[in-house]
């Protein structure tokens, strides 16, 4: 078993350990018998109650529809939504989306809260020394093909919710989760600087989930912009990509 993979199933079976009714009340989560639903950078996801596996809802779903769904308070009806694991309307997370999901349902402080205050990401580094920084270079991957595609970037951001916000040459804040917003900066490279991209997580974060999460959160996150970049440049579903997991997308 590859070394995410067991991380991921590690926190499967943590999740199997805590009381669901409490992730339920707390984030006010639509569910079944069969399933917890929660929202994420504008995709579903559903959680099996028996045994912790994750499934994405391919198509997006904006914050007004899932607010509706947690109006509903169980099984939404969208299309392919009601189906088994293996029907085309899900597919497996990602293991940096899994292991998210996994920390905020059963790590949340009871007093968690996002702020509105942002911090930059590699700062959150300077106030965990001793963790390190396990996403170090993570950005540089996915700068070059957001800095020669611009105005389909800006496209996907607005897609996930984003707003235009900031003086970066593409910058949009946006709802990573339905309690908490993130912000993508994209500079572009001149005569005298190379591209950079920068994100600025809420302040409270870390009352959610650890310090090691954030950069899971983090992956998926960038997975999940560049995935809908691919699609924007490719005719084919999924940008040409059929799966998702770590090794997810290597531009060249």
């Not at 959160?217 to 040409?240: A, N």
């Amino acid at each position: 078993m590859a070394n995410f993979d067991k991380m991921t199933d590690d926190g499967r079976k943590l999740f199997l350990g805590y009381p669901q009714e409490r992730m339920i009340r707390k984030y006010g989560l639509p569910s079944d018998e069969t399933y917890l639903y929660f929202w994420m950078l504008c995709r579903v996801y559903r959680i099996t109650r028996e045994e912790g596996f994750v499934e994405e809802y391919r198509m997006p779903v904006s914050p007004e529809a899932w607010a509706g769904m947690r109006a509903q308070g169980s099984t939404p009806a969208w299309p392919g939504c009601g189906e088994a694991t293996g029907g085309d309307a899900w597919r497996r997370a990602s293991n940096g989306g899994a292991m998210t999901l996994y920390d905020v349902l059963c790590y949340a402080k009871d007093d968690a809260a996002a702020t509105g205050e942002f911090i930059n990401l590699n700062s959150l580094v300077t106030l965990i020394s001793a963790a390190g920084n396990p996403g170090g270079g993570m950005m540089s991957k996915y700068t070059k093909p957001f800095d020669e595609h611009p105005d389909e970037l800006a496209q996907v951001l607005a897609a996930m919710g984003g707003v235009p916000q900031g003086k970066a040459d593409v910058s949009y804040e946006m709802p990573v989760f339905d309690f908490m917003n993130v912000r993508f900066q994209l500079w572009h490279a001149d005569d005298e600087f190379p591209a950079m991209t920068e994100i600025f997580v809420d302040k409270g974060i870390l009352s959610y989930m650890h310090y090691e999460t954030v950069w899971y959160l983090m992956m998926h996150y960038m997975m999940t912009i560049d995935r809908g970049l691919r699609e924007k440049l490719s005719p084919e579903p999924d940008g040409g990509r059929a799966g998702e997991d770590e090794n997810f997308y290597s531009w060249s």
